[in-house]
């Protein structure tokens, strides 16, 4: 008898054990209330006054808030922490009265000198995003709580999208006022709260408790960093992720777009490629140099043969289908090679096929996706086709790629761009207008292009606003301070019970609408 009942009591303990043993092991959140997405891109820095990418951009507009936000799907600006705003004093003061219910992550209350403190720390640490602020913004106050006030340097048109943008955003207290933090996971009024991050292998996020709008209808969403495309496409087959984003090569986007197992989104095409030249030391401060190798660029032959023409030739900065893109480079050097114009600009430049131009050519082999290599070595082949340019390939990884280009240690490298704010000026004014341009460190400067781009920023009439970037453009082509290569549609691959994908022009996943069936 007494046996029997320690054998009842043993049971009991094991089962009480094996049930403590289970509920200790399982996720924060449930595998069905949890988002895996894979990438191959990486995050730079998880500081707003250092992060310049538009990966890094993504995540933190999904950890933090601005005062305006994009409406998901869409290009429509919609209040974030602010509930309303007024312009005033013919557009040089604009006033944001914030909402009295958004805290960070740890119930701590955003008031309005959180903005404030947040946007002097972006202007006082001046790093490479820090121009979207200090080309604009004259000075910023708390007028109470919950009244920012803005006074511009001149009255800007677009700058509700301005103020949408992470440099703007309000940080947590914790990061320090003049330290960038690159690995902080105190993060911002965001849907979601960082939880851990382990650089290059995993972020993982939970639903912010306190967050002042609609919650996230996934309570975890985790973000894995997959080496190459291969690996992160065996990740979703394998069921390991439900979202593949940026970036799978274009065979795998053909097959798996057909394939009933999966869903596809495919995203608006305002994301484009180009190269970079620095302008300010040989052999690229010789205009000829830049001119002969925008003659030798054939974009066709990168489309169809990379991207087996999911991607599109792009002959401008500003993109095809926006208000006044112009093909300002297929007017100038054509839409095919002509390697008669290069090569004769390359002899009154001094060289010769016995005394070559000699380039390194820079690229980075996972952040744009796998394709990378690919591109830089038809390009190769393409400018040595003039029998007159020697080239040698070389590449880093993201991070490495960064600081090479701030230092501007590479003289002619590979970059591509994504949106900031849905306007022909993201595309014209951070390239080419003298210190907007400081973190791309090519040292162009043209007062003419300064003086139409200014002048654009402040006219109301599309109309003018479109013959000033059309002018802008043409000199663009002219001085060949970038050449621009391709522009392309963005592709997420899903599990079939994935829903809530919402992707619009500004071409950023917002994370708190996706969820599982």
């Known amino acids: 008898m007494k046996r029997a009942y320690l054998l009842a009591i043993l049971v009991v303990l094991v089962v009480i054990v094996a049930a403590a043993a289970y509920f200790l092991l399982q996720p924060a959140a449930p595998p069905a209330a949890r988002i895996t997405l894979g990438t191959t891109d990486k995050i730079s820095d998880l500081d707003t006054s250092n992060a310049y990418d538009f990966f890094t951009w993504e995540v933190l507009s999904n950890v933090g808030e601005g005062l305006y936000k994009y409406e998901p799907g869409t290009d429509k600006l919609i209040p974030g922490i602010a509930e309303r705003y007024e312009v005033k004093d013919g557009g040089s003061t604009w006033v944001f009265y914030l909402k009295k219910n958004v805290k960070f992550c740890d119930g701590t209350p955003v008031k309005a000198q959180d903005v404030v403190r947040s946007i002097k720390r972006v202007m006082k640490i001046n790093r490479d995003p820090a121009w979207l602020v200090t080309d604009f913004v004259e000075d910023v106050v708390a007028l109470d709580d919950y009244t920012v006030q803005f006074k511009l340097k001149k009255p800007v048109s677009y700058f509700l999208a301005l103020v949408a943008t992470p440099p703007y955003f309000p940080v947590h207290p914790s990061y320090p006022e003049d330290k960038i933090v690159s ?19 995993y972020l993982i996020l939970e ?22 495309a291969s690996t992160m496409r065996l990740a979703l087959e394998r069921g390991e992720i439900d979202i593949t984003w940026k970036t799978l090569r274009p065979t795998d986007y053909k097959d798996l777009m057909n394939n009933p197992n999966y869903k596809s989104v495919v995203a608006p095409g305002g994301f484009i490629r180009y190269i970079v030249l620095k302008v300010d030391a040989p052999p690229f401060n010789n205009v000829l140099v830049r001119q002969a190798l925008a003659y030798a660029v054939d974009r066709s032959e990168i489309v169809d043969k990379v991207f087996l023409g999911t991607m599109a030739p792009l002959y401008s900065m500003v993109p095809n289908g926006m208000w006044s893109h112009l093909d300002v480079f297929k007017e100038k050097y054509g839409d095919k090679p002509n390697l008669e114009m290069a090569r004769k600009l390359l002899t009154q430049a001094g060289y010769s096929e016995t005394k070559k131009l000699k380039i390194e050519l820079w690229y980075t082999p996972t952040h744009y996706g796998d394709t990378e290599a690919d591109v830089a070595q038809l390009l190769k082949k393409q ?60 040292g162009y400067s043209n007062p003419r292009v300064d003086e139409l781009l200014d002048k654009a920023a402040v006219e109301v009439d599309t109309k003018a606003r479109s013959n000033y970037y059309a002018e802008v453009q043409r000199i663009l082509a002219e001085d060949a301070p970038l050449i621009p290569l391709f522009q392309g549609e963005l592709i997420l691959i899903t599990q079939k019970n994935v829903n809530g994908v919402l992707v619009g022009p500004p071409m950023m996943l917002t994370y708190s609408t996706i969820y599982k069936s």
């Open 183 to 201: 690995d902080a996971t105190w993060g911002g009024a965001g849907a979601y709260c960082i939880k851990e991050f382990k650089r290059d292998e």
């Open 383 to 442: 400018f040595e086709a003039t029998g007159m340019i020697e080239v040698e390939l070389k590449s880093s990884e993201w991070a490495t790629y960064l600081e090479q280009q701030r230092s501007g240690r590479m003289n002619i490298h590979l970059l591509g761009w994504y949106p900031d704010y849905i306007d022909p000026d993201d595309y014209l004014t951070p390239f080419l207008r003298t210190e907007s341009n400081r973190w791309l460190a090519t």
């Open 207 to 228: 639903a912010n408790p306190y967050y002042h709008g609609d919650k996230p209808k996934s309570p975890s969403f985790v973000i894995r960093f997959y080496k190459d």
